[in-house]
């Protein structure tokens, strides 16, 4: 399984950024899908996520901010981020689950920098 995580970048507070996470395969062989992000000295974080069958969930922190999203047909997963804040900087993964009685795997993408600054 590989994740293709891309989109990163620059951008000035208040602004939107749109991240992509290609999959390897069909994304409905996961549990769900997520993205997740760490800055500096902090611990890496659920930000998002969306289930096999399009329920989504969000830290109430963020929700209204971030929208988690996927192509089916391309095997991507997107995360629509507004109203970017300088905190909001960090490297952001994408993240693949497998969960199923007694077994949990997850698959990582290589992460993608957001850097939020003026």
């Known amino acids: 399984v590989q994740l293709q995580a891309s989109g990163g970048g620059l951008v000035q507070p208040g602004g939107s950024l749109t991240l992509s996470c290609a999959v390897s395969?069909?994304?409905?062989?996961?549990?769900?899908l997520s993205w997740y992000r760490q800055a500096p000295g902090k611990e890496r974080e659920q930000v998002a996520a969306?289930?096999?069958?399009?329920?989504?969930h969000y830290p109430e922190s963020l929700r209204g901010r971030f929208t988690i999203s996927r192509d089916n047909a391309k095997n991507t997963v997107y995360l629509q981020m507004n109203g970017l804040k300088p905190e909001d900087t960090a490297v952001y993964y994408c993240?693949?689950?497998?969960?199923?009685?007694?077994?949990?795997?997850?698959?990582w993408g290589q992460g993608t920098l957001v850097t939020v600054s003026s």
């Open positions: 395969g069909s994304i409905f062989s996961f549990n769900a």
């Open positions: 969306i289930t096999r069958g399009g329920a989504t």
């Open positions: 993240n693949a689950l497998i969960l199923e009685v007694g077994v949990r795997e997850d698959y």
